[in-house]
């Protein structure tokens, strides 16, 4: 479990690579975004891509939910 605070922006996107990369094959990942405030557009793409690749995202505020929704079906019409 990672617990992410404060605002998330496309310039901690690699940061959050990193650290899932020395994480342990095949172990699961989740992500709590309870106290994230603020949320830039390629930040939602990369918590997307997450949920895609089966991260849970752990106590998503209602504003990034409906975000990530949008992401999600604009994703579905463009495939």
């Known amino acids: 479990m990672f617990t992410l605070v404060g605002r998330i922006g496309i310039e901690h996107v690699p940061e959050l690579e990193r650290l899932f990369g020395l994480e342990e094959t095949g172990r ?10 603020l949320i830039d557009r390629d930040a939602i793409k990369f918590l ?32």
């Open 28 to 37: 699961s990942i989740a992500l709590d975004l309870r106290e994230v405030t």
């Open 48 to 79: 997307a891509d997450c949920e895609s690749d089966h991260i849970r995202l752990d106590h998503c505020p209602a504003y990034i939910r409906v975000w990530l929704d949008r992401e999600s079906n604009s994703k579905k019409k463009s495939d």
